[in-house]
């Protein structure tokens, strides 16, 4: 037994290993490797990928899992629930061939790097190809997986454990009823507010001076990970000692990189929290997508676009760029705020930002279920954007092409921001019985909150499921109310409506 | 037979990918990984390392090598030298025990960050036990894999193919004959150069700008690579389509990035140039250090010390550095070969540079004798750079601890830069037949000169061995007098002597 244990770990070991040096190939990718490099790397991306699944679907392992599944009671807690998530991914994967399973990891790698280029040139024909693929893919393995109910009720529980279509459907259901009259309301009869400072000249040098400043300031350790750059803002986490954010500098968008980074600082901040006890393990990560969403938005919005946030640092910002010279911090905050229907997602503002994950979530069930193919995506793309929104893109760029997700092969994923929303506004909420948020703000004294976040959630990583961790910190399941309630306030506030 | 050479050629091509991971993971290490990430990527490497050692030396393999064997005139020269390569690197291998292999490979993989900590705190006594353990492995490996005559001539054969001690030893000792007394000839009779306008303000950001200009006007495609920072220059290739160099940006040193970039440019240049025949197999590479060298040399010092060089483009350098603005090409020209008694190899001119390389050649011979042991390095360096320059380090940062080498287990390589400089003037003249290379520099025209390395050189990578090489090219072997003849001309119009 003991033997048996020692040996399973070993396994868990290897595996780990050859998944960080996957993680590093992918970290390579998308921040420097060259264009030509591509090819290559995504080989050794695939090929790596099928001795990650060979390594973990070997007869023994699978005996191994067997054997210690009978006698789970004398397993400590940490090796019962590694063996649990090690049997479910054992699970998906053995239901894949392998051959597909390299595949199709070759292809997103690859696809990454397309999807940059027919970003920057704004040509969807360039990435369709590969997204067609992927999407076929994704129905194949759905259809090798198996699901109950939806089909899309599979990868939705891969970044969600537990999530479905029919709570997703009721969930998106109360948010637009609730915000989609607000926003009306507040576009007439809102006091106008000024967002124009926010476009003007940022040099890039200085945001990036600025992005490190903000990462640090929040308490993300650079000892333990560094900041760079890509396409598309992401998070990489290898261990908790080595924890990768990115954002992008834009010269004339200041918010991109400020928000950018907090944003995935927040992401970063979770990873590097993760407990000693099961840090490099199966369960040394986020426990979920939507719960590391929880994260990254709170510092994001919670923290970093309220008022308090600012008070102790907005000299320092506002000593970097000249724009902002004449802009006092009521102006500045209001500015970060402004809520208008815009196009891209990671530039949206809270309170719309909802519809942008509705669009998307609508679109994935529909490529899921066939109803929709690839080559019609501009145009259902445009549509929905218009429906949610009231505007429309004038090129895929700013449409269909603008987030990294599908090419990475993230389907499914989406929800996972807008459940984030809501996660985050509970959490809020019972930080705030037992913390001065604000005020701890306004002290920068933000350790005081990364703390509370370690003790409540970060700790654990995947020893608690999502449902397990929101319940014992807030005594509620997810419950939209609080983020609706949280927006109303806020915005109200700011709109004066 | 076909079915064999299809099996040897997947064997490899999995041994690539594994290959191209751990060089990934080497890059990452050095230019950027968090200091705590360390120990996992190192792990990671060891690991990777192990699979790399398995896959070329499994049973299936050497038997395939054996079978192969037999039928040489089969094969075509490709696959013949591919199979001669692998059975070298197979009769290496399998004389070392796969534990300890992997053992080495992750302590170097540890050693390359703690050296970088120790060479910044100016602290040997950190970086010891890790070099300690290096050498240790060094000299047992050497007892495993035997050796002809001198136990260094095992390390020297795996970065110069053929060379032995005892032709070192006669090839230093024409090099001191001829040099040392012309060098105190400079110091005694030259006419004063001064340098010290190199060591003025010259900010970072406009040296990055600059590195970038001209690895590109030289002819490195960044199409195919990238260029980065580390606190040792270096170059890294995957394959042909993704070569990565580095350089450092020292504030009150120009020299440092502009030729260290010139230098690793040289190096990339020969990888991007490998025959598309060869590339990313076992032949794609260059085919000695020395060789190497030769081009990293020949960029850095024959074209980039060059009056000619800098007609048409010092106008570019001198608009971006306030410290120029009254400094002529001719002043800049005498500057950068200044020639002077000075501490660090890869800052040193060319008269000098010779010196420090001998330091470290006795250094190593006595490591690997047994006749010096690592606590004595500090000592032993400082009275060799002593007896052979003159002066003597202040601290073990500009001493012993200068040099990655040691730390990453390249012992037996140093000669390979003062073979490489002999090459390079050899090179040299065999060009200047066939083209007016003053002429093509003053034209800007580098890809004539380019084109002429690519197709002597680049293009054979290891089809051709270091002495074939040359052979070929200049119609002579190995011949020092071409160097010494070369820095006596051009030093002797400097200094006036």
Known sequence: MKKSVERFNEIIREKKLIDVAISALHWDLETQAPKKGLELLSDVVGYLSSKSYGVVTSDEMILLVEELKKKREELTEIEDKTLEEVGKEIEKLTKIPVVEYREYNELTAKAQGIWAEAREKNDFDLFSESLEKIVEFQRRFIKYRGYDGHPYNTILDDYEPGMTVEKLDEFFGYLRKELVPFIKKIKEEGKEVDGTFLKKDYPEDKQMEFSRFIAEYIGFDFERGIISESAHPFTLNYNKNDVRITTRYIRNMLSSSVFGTIHEGGHGIYEQGIGDDIAGGVLGEGTSMGIHESQSRFYENVLGRSRAFWVPIYGELQGKFEALKDVNIDDFYRGINKSEASLIRVEADELTYSLHIMVRYEIEKALIEGQVEVRDLPKVWNEKIKEYLGIEP????????????????????????????????????????????????????????????????????????????????????????????????????????
Not at 402 to 412: E, F, K, P, T, Y
Not at 450 to 458: A, D, G, R, T, V
């Open 394 to 497: 004038a090129n895929d760029k700013e449409g269909v092409l603008q987030d990294v997700h599908w090419s990475a092969g993230l389907m499914g994923y989406f929800p996972s921001y807008a459940l984030g929303n809501v996660y985050a506004s509970q959490i809020h909420a019972a930080m705030k019985k037992d913390i001065d948020v604000d005020a701890a703000l306004e002290n920068s004294d933000l350790n005081k909150i990364k703390e509370w976040l370690n003790q409540k959630i970060h700790r654990f990583g995947k020893l608690r499921k999502p449902e397990e961790l929101i319940k014992e910190i807030t005594g509620e399941d997810l419950n939209a109310q609080y983020f609706v309630d949280y927006l109303k306030e806020k915005y109200g506030k700011i709109y004066q409506v």
